[in-house]
């Protein structure tokens, strides 16, 4: 059994260590309402912007849709994967990291065996990981955070996408945790470029091409040219939104479980001190019932 010493300073070292999980958890909840009001708000322009551009791309029959549509062979490709720059938020990085290993050593061997596999860090949790393994990071941006708005994401994606339309990378795709409430986040893995448009947008194109005659002003082309740059800027924005308030959440989440296990170290704690404490007056009552038998033998 422990000194009396020995768990007092258990409990200290607990306690304080239960204070600061507390704080954290705090911390982690007003940044978390902030970052959760922001992606709520986000989400019903970021999605109506990708339908109407969708639309329009399924729509377009012949015209040019620019060259972010273009489909060529995945020789070279970009992962963009978006974690955070802290720990303490249990396995939210982590989940990001397992899920790029799986995609290079799986669907993406090939390119990776002929360097042709590239990681864009957004995170410095990301850029710590890969840099430790030298793998080849295409760009490292750890500052987005510090601030967090459309201006500092819109210089990553036009990043990305110069390096697509001057065929560095043949596709792109982005890894994440989308955020579904303070508990749960949901892994996302999306091609963010070739743009396709999918077989329900191909399908309500038709549908509305057959019931009306639209007039485009400027020309299809034109608003294609236009909203599809901003289209892809909103939607890396919208996945680092979603990020990060995942990470709030799970941070949120980890410290509270960690002050809750810490409470039941502390009451595992009392109780070992207080057997430690009654053991020890036991003793010093055997100590002097003895000495007092001896002294009157």
Same mark, same amino acid.
């Given at each position: 059994?422990?000194?009396?010493?020995?768990?007092?300073?258990?409990?200290?070292?607990?306690?304080?260590?239960?204070?600061?999980?507390?704080?954290?958890?705090?911390?982690?909840?007003?940044?978390?309402?902030?970052?959760?009001?922001?992606?709520?708000?986000?989400?019903?322009?970021?999605?109506?912007?990708?339908?109407?551009? $969708? #639309? *329009?791309?399924?729509? !377009?029959?012949?015209?040019?849709?620019?060259? %972010?549509?273009?489909? +060529? &062979?995945?020789?070279?490709?970009?992962?963009?994967?978006?974690?955070?720059?802290?720990?303490?938020?249990?396995?939210?990085?982590?989940?990001?990291?397992?899920?790029?290993?799986?995609?290079?050593?799986?669907?993406?061997?090939?390119?990776?065996?002929? $360097? #042709? *596999?590239?990681?864009? !860090?957004?995170?410095?949790?990301?850029?710590? %990981?890969?840099?430790? +393994? &030298?793998?080849?990071?295409?760009?490292?941006?750890?500052?987005?955070?510090?601030?967090?708005?459309?201006?500092?994401?819109?210089?990553?994606?036009?990043?990305?996408?110069?390096?697509?339309?001057?065929?560095?990378?043949?596709?792109?795709?982005?890894?994440? #945790?989308?955020?579904?409430? !303070?508990?749960?986040?949901?892994?996302?893995?999306?091609?963010?470029?070739?743009?396709?448009?999918?077989?329900?947008?191909?399908?309500?194109?038709?549908?509305?091409?057959?019931?009306?005659?639209?007039?485009?002003?400027?020309?299809?082309?034109?608003?294609?040219?236009?909203?599809?740059?901003?289209?892809?800027?909103?939607?890396?924005?919208?996945?680092?939104?979603?990020?990060?308030?995942?990470?709030?959440?799970?941070?949120?989440?980890?410290?509270?479980?960690?002050?809750?296990?810490?409470?039941?170290?502390?009451?595992?704690?009392?109780?070992?001190?207080?057997?430690?404490?009654?053991?020890?007056?036991?003793?010093?009552?055997?100590?002097?019932?003895?000495?007092?038998?001896?002294?009157?033998?």
């Amino acid at each position: 059994m422990p000194s009396l010493k020995e768990v007092r300073t258990r409990i200290a070292s607990v306690k304080s260590t239960q204070q600061i999980t507390s704080a954290m958890k705090m911390v982690a909840a007003s940044k978390l309402r902030r970052a959760q009001n922001a992606i709520i708000s986000l989400r019903p322009y970021a999605s109506k912007l990708k339908e109407m551009m $969708g #639309n *329009l791309s399924a729509s !377009a029959g012949d015209i040019d849709a620019g060259a %972010y549509t273009e489909v +060529r &062979k995945p020789e070279k490709v970009l992962l963009v994967l978006v974690a955070s720059n802290r720990g303490l938020c249990g396995a939210f990085n982590a989940n990001v990291m397992k899920k790029a290993n799986e995609m290079i050593n799986g669907q993406y061997a090939a390119q990776q065996k002929a $360097g #042709n *596999l590239h990681i864009l !860090a957004i995170g410095k949790k990301v850029s710590d %990981y890969y840099g430790r +393994r &030298k793998f080849p990071i295409a760009g490292v941006h750890n500052t987005v955070y510090d601030g967090l708005s459309f201006d500092k994401v819109m210089p990553i994606a036009e990043e990305i996408m110069k390096a697509f339309t001057d065929k560095k990378y043949d596709k792109v795709e982005i890894i994440y #945790n989308q955020f579904k409430n !303070a508990a749960v986040q949901r892994l996302i893995v999306e091609q963010f470029l070739p743009l396709q448009a999918s077989e329900e947008n191909k399908a309500v194109a038709g549908t509305k091409t057959q019931n009306a005659d639209y007039i485009f002003e400027p020309s299809q082309g034109e608003i294609l040219n236009d909203l599809i740059p901003r289209t892809l800027k909103i939607q890396l924005y919208k996945s680092v939104l979603d990020s990060f308030a995942s990470e709030h959440g799970a941070r949120m989440t980890a410290m509270h479980k960690a002050t809750d296990n810490a409470a039941d170290m502390l009451k595992e704690l009392k109780l070992t001190y207080n057997k430690a404490r009654q053991a020890s007056i036991t003793k010093e009552i055997l100590e002097i019932v003895s000495g007092a038998e001896a002294l009157k033998g």
